[in-house]
């Protein structure tokens, strides 16, 4: 692509080194830029910038948070007993959307990939081991994508919590509601069987 | 969309002001950033800010332009007397990536189209028409969207050069090179034929 302008050049560059942002879709969205008011663009800057300048990290469950302590780890209706282990703040966002969760998150920021060298030193394993370790936790919910990252990374975690007294348990994998027996994936079927529950059970909620 | 970070919330927000972009996209954007250097944000903020500011456009042909006059109307080896009118920077890099026109550029900024609300005054036309009529002009080539609001825009222009003598043609309409016969709408087939061209031509360029 050749630009006639250094400047627009250089902001279709930087704009398109954002995930699954070509060098097309770029354009036309600095070009949409250059047709709104200048305020747009320097609120776009400015709250970018913020962001990553101001933001903090929980220091009890790692999710993203504009306070040292985040909303949910202090808020004190929650119970701190029962540890939700997601991958990150999307999940968090999507369980607490549901409504059906009322213990406190451990955000890992990552899930264990050799593929994309991210290992169990670069996630925030260990926290979360010495917190249960420390005896302050009674269950542990995983929480992470169906995928050979994810199971490797419950199971990664669990042999770290051998000879721990601690209820581990892992979100139920089956069909969807709404879903149609015969378009589930045999993988799927076949664990929703193994994993059947009472059928009083599923009466509730 | 319940944010637990007002700064998250904000950047989602403007980064979803962008076309094409939703709630769910700007935060997988925005949260990519978070895992970068911080200098990929200062950068890409910098980039959008400086291009907005220090943008100009060709006081000749209203392209986007660093400089007063674009570098394509200050080329002395172009002929300014051939102009081809486009309707924004990216049909200007599409003809320029041909290497088949070396004439001057018009940039409408936009085509007619009543539904959006862009009438001919909010287009760069009376510049055009105005450079026609002092007699700068000895071709002028059409090369706007092949839709009902590209075909009103050249009639426009078409109308208020009456009386003027100047050639006035339209980039042709026809098989895309490639394309198979029996694939091709009927409308474009029909015009490549009416506006069929002598064998000994087609076997140049």
């Known amino acids: 692509m050749e630009f006639s302008s250094k400047l627009l050049e250089n902001a ?7 995930p699954s942002i070509g060098k097309r879709t770029a354009l036309r969205l ?3 830029l250059l047709q709104q008011p200048k305020e747009q663009t320097d609120r776009l800057a400015f709250a970018l910038q913020n962001l990553r300048s101001e933001i903090k990290h929980c220091k009890n469950c790692f999710n993203i948070s504009d306070l040292e302590v985040c909303e949910i780890c202090s ?4 119970n701190r007993k029962v540890i939700c282990v997601v991958e990150d703040i999307r999940d968090v966002m999507a369980i607490e959307s549901t409504g059906q969760f009322k213990g406190n998150y451990h955000v890992l920021g990552g899930i264990i990939s050799p593929m994309d ?7 925030y394993i260990e926290p979360l081991v010495d917190k249960v370790k ?7 919910i995983f929480a992470l994508s169906a995928s050979m990252e994810g199971d490797t990374t419950n199971f990664y975690i669990f ?3 051998e000879g721990v007294e601690i209820k581990v348990s892992t979100i139920a994998r089956g069909i969807s509601v ?3 027996l015969q378009y589930a994936d045999e993988v799927t079927l076949g664990r929703s069987i193994l ?6 059970q599923s009466l509730k909620g």
């Open 159 to 161: 042999k770290q919590l």
């Open 195 to 200: 994993n059947r529950i009472p059928f009083e």
């Open 178 to 180: 709404g879903d149609e």
């Open 117 to 123: 060298g991210v290992g169990p030193s670069d996630l």
């Open 75 to 78: 808020n004190p209706m929650r």
């Open 30 to 32: 600095v070009l949409h």
């Open 12 to 18: 279709v560059y930087e704009m398109s080194q954002l």
């Open 134 to 140: 420390k005896g302050e936790v009674e269950e542990l």
